[in-house]
């Protein structure tokens, strides 16, 4: 059984930073697949932050351009988001996601398109003034 956990996340201020971290566990070829970050804000959709391919070939959302950084440990089967200068709209549920069958897409939005995938339980992510 593969299980995401993650970590981190928490309270912060507006213009601070936060960190993220996504462990995989199982039988899971960590970095094989595409790998990413989702988040879904209050009465929002879930939508794509972030993903990384095998070769640490990127798709970050035009929201969080510049300011979240997405990476990887392969020896340590973990993924982390490190997330500057936050802004009320950051506020949500961030889900790690692990794709166990296909590479990134790359089509221009930050999204998995395996046919299963894999899902952390989410870190919740509060930015106040």
């Known amino acids: 059984q593969v299980r995401l956990l993650e970590s981190g996340g928490g309270s912060v201020q507006v213009g601070g930073s936060l960190n993220l971290s996504c462990t995989v566990s199982?039988?899971?070829?960590?970095?094989?697949?595409?790998m990413g970050w989702f988040r879904q804000g209050p009465g929002k959709e879930r939508e794509g932050v972030v993903i990384?391919?095998?070769?640490?070939?990127?798709t970050y959302a035009e929201a969080v351009k510049g300011r979240f950084t997405i990476s990887r440990d392969n020896a340590k089967n973990t993924m982390y988001l490190h997330m500057n200068n936050l802004k009320f709209e950051d506020a949500g549920m961030y889900y790690c996601?692990?794709?166990?069958?296909?590479?990134?897409?790359?089509?221009?939005?930050?999204?998995?398109?395996?046919?299963?995938?894999?899902w952390g339980q989410g870190a919740q992510v509060t930015v106040s003034s």
């Open positions: 996601a692990a794709d166990a069958t296909d590479g990134c897409p790359f089509r221009g939005v930050p999204e998995l398109t395996g046919v299963e995938i894999y």
């Open positions: 199982g039988e899971y070829t960590f970095g094989y697949y595409c």
């Open positions: 990384i391919d095998d070769d640490g070939t990127t």
